[in-house]
């Protein structure tokens, strides 16, 4: 499918008049129309919710869009628990499905009433003697181990995954629980990540509706929810079909059908987890050439790096890039795309096919809208960009600003020294 940008050149001139390149950019209608899509698609299951995982895109104008749908968050932190009941996620909006999870937190998301997901059977300790008592609703993550692996290739291996209880511990986890006094269970399990197939979710479906029957009937639990969690994926390049998410909803709704309804547990609610696919393509960072080099290779430098995009240099992600206003010349020209680190993996593309850049022309990378900006740090100094949401009226607001020199000596405790630089 040809990738094309929702932001047209003249649009961006407009925005950088206001805001200087980089910038992430997020695309409003996008986001809603999709937002709808997703909950059409699972609207047969009278208790669907999506959880948005809140580390995607940790920016609370977008998780106030999402709140309108009637979406929760999934949050994995202190910070992003704060976040969520700050925008007015309350209660059962709020899944906490970490891991590692320092005993505060438990606290934290019990307080506001968030339903905690436990990563492993000792947590069950720690949250009982934290909180004093063990909630009534709870859910526990599950790893089947082994290897997860679709029919067209994609895989998976949960058995490596630092995730989830194995399938005996699950079963020991609902008897322990249940005579705690928990009465509303869950079930959750994350196998696959960036599943660009159709097949990802009723798979994982039917591996967790059978651990559920088989759990009911071990130790009857009351199993309230199943959480597909996140994995969700997306096209990143332009060969890739993206997912059909109403195929996937039917896929699941089948399973269902076959293998909870049968077992008398036909009012389970689906809970999903989606980050990626609730937000990845709608959204972009938009950087500007800003150097060319001929050296062994062809290199054009930008005013954006690794710290405003992680994915390249840390998974060798593709992002598909638009040369603005050059969308319909030739791609002859083999360039490395790399940003300003000291640091060799900084390039946003390498070999890349792309009409003749010229400094100062602006580029678009494609599908940052999903772990693009969240994944950003400071290395060499380097401050962490604005994001700005492109409302479906054309208008543009500024949603974060930019970092100043202010925000990243802030930590230090001789500020004043640097007080003549800010
Ligand atoms: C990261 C994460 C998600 C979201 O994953 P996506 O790939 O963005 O869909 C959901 N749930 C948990 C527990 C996660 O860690």
Known sequence: MEKKP??????????????????????????????????????????????????????????????????????????ELMMSDACGFSGHDIMFSSNETPPEEFAFCAKLGGIINLDDITHIECVEKTLGYIPETISCRYNPGGVFQMSNGIMDNPGDAKYGMTPEQITEAFRILKA???????????????????????????????????????????????????????PYRPDQEPNDIMAIGEGVRQVYEEVLVPAGMGDVALFTELGRYMLGPYGCLVTKAIHEKHIHKEYIGVDACAVNLMRPAMYGAYHHITVMGKEDQPCDHKYDVVGSLCENNDKFAVDRMLPRIDRGDLLVLHDTGAHGFSMGYNYNGKLRSAELLLHEDGSVELIRRAETPKDYFATFDFCHVMDKYL
């Open 180 to 234: 705690k006094g928990a009465k509303r269970f869950g079930i959750h399990a994350f196998l696959a990540s960036n599943t660009v197939t159709n097949e990802y979710y009723p798979m994982l479906a039917k591996v967790l509706f059978e651990t559920a029957v088989k759990l009911k009937e071990e130790t009857g639990a009351h199993i309230a929810f199943i959480n597909l969690s996140g994995g969700i994926g997306i």
């Open 6 to 79: 929702f932001v047209t050149l003249e649009k961006l001139q407009e925005i950088t008049e206001t805001y200087p390149t980089p910038f992430h950019l997020y695309d409003e209608r996008g986001i809603r129309e999709n937002a709808r899509r997703l909950k059409e698609a699972f609207a047969w299951n009278p208790g669907f919710k999506e959880y948005f995982a809140v580390k995607a895109t940790p920016n609370p104008f977008i998780l106030k869009i999402l709140k309108e749908y009637g979406f929760g968050t999934d949050c994995s932190s202190m910070t």
